[in-house]
């Protein structure tokens, strides 16, 4: 056996000297958890592939990884940043080289055996795909994907062009133009890989293949080859197939995003073009689309994300969480309980009536059954997942618990009973958090005996499908039980920010003051449709109205009260919220809120609403809502960093597109202030102050950076 060191990969080979002899080249990147391709290890590769063509002794190549559970995780995101700050031509000619390097292995006349075990995602898999054979291990691990339209490009390294020529044009597209994952044995029956076995066979069948094994690829049906025949092989059938997934990717970017709208038209032009000319577009394409500035905000977010998820440097966690505690079986407690179950805790779910803990219990077997059939879990795992959550109505089954979260009602006295009840009981040094919603940790803190273990975890409802977690920082909480409780969320896949215990925390002191704007505008005789209509023309996921049918109106009402306390007279409710509260309607959970609904779907506004109001003829321009919505939410972000409830605007901004659904193509409400411009933004908030009250009166922090000529980013 002989090592030839290189700084990110190994090349290893059976025996030189014989004509069976097999290499294995292994990526082994240092001082990372993962294989990224980097311009160095591009290089590494480049040189490496000169020297075996050369080699007329290497019987064929297997590609592995030494990463726990990554092949190559795609091209380096950085690499992707640094393109973006230069021209256009700087990324078409990163694409060209990469498609320069990829062909050498492609053009080999040895066979060349993907080993793919854990993530290959982007760059990883084009690099597969220039593979003569690419097999998989089924472990849970193992994940395919080309998720560059999320970044807001395109795969940049002949994967338009080899994918489709590989399983068929519209399975290509299901993956390009969506960013989707397929684990080992899906991609095996989408022929993206040629065979899926267990992970200890892979290097062994890698090599019994190269020795003349057939791959036992998968047998699409004659009715599915006759179908993709027919469809894919003439003009017209391409041009159905462009027509619905053009009018699919309308659906789902509402035209915001440009990427897969430029995948769709470069993998259909793409399908009978030479080679050549199909690179040359590719690579036009993905500069265009890697130098815009929706792709900046793209990669600025996923950095953004990345840093959220690292624990607090240098600080200890207050101990291992092995089991966890959940006061109340509602629907957040249900979610919470679940997540918990579902990311390997041992879980006790609290109430104070066995019909609410058997109605929790019933919504957590919903969900789990939900991922059996989303073959996210197997029923056997399942079972396991279930049985590791013990339903009770006593509080000494929560004695070992190390971590305790209450989602009882929003009463601070009912969570101080809790805490004071869980005290008794529990002599373990373990941690109370609070899924509060508005209510103060501190004024928790004070109740408890041990005030340094009082924190808050705010998830948001529903706790399976939304990915935040505010992590709020009381007065009294200790840096290990906030690096505890938030290596917790983040063990629950969340992202999470970590803020000051103020009114509100950030999501809910930002968004307010956005629905309450919405409702005064309504009170002004706007129209309801202009005003949902501005709010999802600017890029929002739905319209504030619908927005509120969704949260219930109940708690939109309740957590406006209590910020209004706190907060003062620009944030007191509007005249309309009184008159709703005497209609009690609950919003899409009652089946009436500022829509009517009948079996969950929404049917017309409801004129029980409209009846509250002046009949609405105030006609304003779709722009001039947009001001009063966003501009108010933006003051309102100022106002969080500049009175400390969370440090960086970029988890700010992070905070805001994860929360409540800001477009991320925006880059958050922040950077969207700096692309406007702080002084046209300022201009238009002293003007609002003056025509529509002093809620628009530009912050200090606002000010200072006019002054300065200065932006909330520095780039």
């Not at 059996?372 to 590791?388: A, G, M, Q, T, Y």
């Not at 373990?430 to 109740?447: D, K």
Request: with cysteine.
């Amino acid at each position: 056996m002989i090592n030839t060191s290189h700084t990110s990969i190994r090349f290893t080979q059976s025996d030189p000297n014989s004509k069976n002899n097999i290499a294995t080249v292994t990526f082994a990147v240092p001082d990372s958890k993962v294989n990224v391709f980097s311009e160095s290890l591009l290089i590494e590769l480049n040189n490496l592939l000169d020297r075996i063509a050369q080699d007329g002794n290497i019987k064929g190549i297997v590609f592995t990884s030494a990463k726990a559970d990554t092949f190559i995780a795609g091209a380096d995101v950085k690499a992707i940043q640094a393109l973006q700050n230069d021209s256009p031509v700087k990324a078409y000619e990163a694409s060209k080289i990469g498609k320069l390097i990829f062909d050498k292995i492609a053009d080999l006349p040895i066979p060349t055996v993907a080993a793919i075990h854990g993530k290959c995602m982007g760059g990883g898999t084009e690099f597969t795909l220039a593979c003569r054979y690419r097999i998989a291990s089924n472990s849970p691990a193992t994940i395919i994907s080309l998720p560059e339209v999320k970044l807001g490009v395109i795969p940049g390294w002949a994967g338009t062009v080899r994918l489709p020529k590989l399983i068929g044009l519209q399975a290509a597209l299901g993956l390009i133009m969506t960013g989707k994952e397929v684990d080992g044995r899906k991609a095996w029956k989408l022929n993206l890989v040629d065979e899926c076995v267990d992970q200890d066979k892979l290097i062994l069948r890698a090599q019994q293949i190269i020795n003349g094994a057939s791959a036992r690829r998968h047998l699409t049906s004659m009715r599915s080859r006759l179908i993709r025949w027919l469809l894919e092989e003439n003009p017209l059938g391409r041009k159905f197939i462009y027509s619905i997934a053009y009018k699919g990717a309308l659906r789902e970017t509402k035209g915001k995003y440009p990427a897969p709208i430029e995948a769709l038209k470069l993998v259909i032009k793409n399908y009978n073009r030479p080679v050549s000319e199909a690179y040359e577009a590719e690579s036009n394409i993905f500069a265009h689309l890697a130098t815009s500035e929706i792709s900046r905000n793209l990669v600025n977010i996923f950095f953004a994300q990345a840093e959220s998820k690292k624990p607090p440097a240098s600080i200890n966690v207050r101990q291992e969480i092995k089991t966890v505690g959940v006061l109340g079986a509602g629907v957040m407690g249900a979610g919470i309980a679940q997540a918990a179950a579902y990311a390997g805790y041992k879980v006790v779910l609290k109430d104070i009536d066995k019909k609410f803990v058997d109605q929790g219990m019933s919504k957590i077997t919903k969900l789990f059954d939900n991922l059996v059939e989303r073959h996210k879990l197997k029923p056997e795992e399942r079972n396991e997942k279930l049985s590791d959550i013990h339903g009770t109505v006593d509080y000494s089954d929560l004695a070992e618990c190390d971590l305790v979260i209450e989602a009882v009602l929003e009463d601070i006295k009912v969570k101080t009973e809790a805490l004071a009840a869980i005290e008794k009981i529990n002599t373990k040094p373990f941690i109370f958090a609070t899924n509060t919603s508005s209510l103060s940790v501190n004024e928790l803190a004070a109740a408890s005996s041990h005030p340094d273990r009082i924190v808050g975890l705010h998830f948001f409802n529903p706790v399976h499908k939304m990915p935040l977690v505010e992590v709020v920082k009381g007065a009294t909480t200790s840096l290990e039980t906030l690096a505890t409780a938030q290596t917790f969320a983040l063990k629950l896949g969340k992202t999470t920010v970590i803020t000051a215990d103020a009114p509100g925390f950030v999501v809910n002191r930002i968004l307010v003051p956005y629905l309450r704007e919405a409702l005064v505008l309504l009170e002004q005789g706007v129209p309801p449709d202009s005003i949902e209509r501005a709010a999802t023309a600017f890029g929002m996921p739905m319209g504030p109205f619908t927005l509120l049918d969704e949260i219930g109106l109940d708690i939109g009402i309740k957590v406006t009260h209590v910020l209004h306390e706190a907060l003062g007279e620009r944030l007191v409710p509007p005249s309309l919220m009184a008159k709703l509260e005497t209609l009690k309607i609950l919003g899409k959970k009652g089946g009436k809120g500022f829509y009517l609904y009948e079996e969950g779907k929404r049917t017309e506004f409801n004129p029980n609403v409209l009846a509250l109001i002046e009949a609405p003829t105030n006609k304003k321009q779709i722009g001039e809502i947009q001001d009063r919505l966003f501009l108010i939410m933006l003051n309102e972000a100022t106002r969080c960093l500049q009175e400390g409830v969370i440090e960086e605007p970029a988890l700010l901004d992070l905070a805001l597109i994860y929360g409540i659904g800001f477009p991320p193509y925006r880059g958050g409400i922040l950077r969207y202030a700096d692309r406007v411009g702080l002084k046209i933004i300022h201009q238009k908030l002293a003007f609002l102050s003056q025509v529509d009250g002093e809620n628009y009166a530009p912050t200090d922090i606002l000010l200072e950076k006019v002054a300065n000529n200065s932006n909330f980013y520095h780039s």
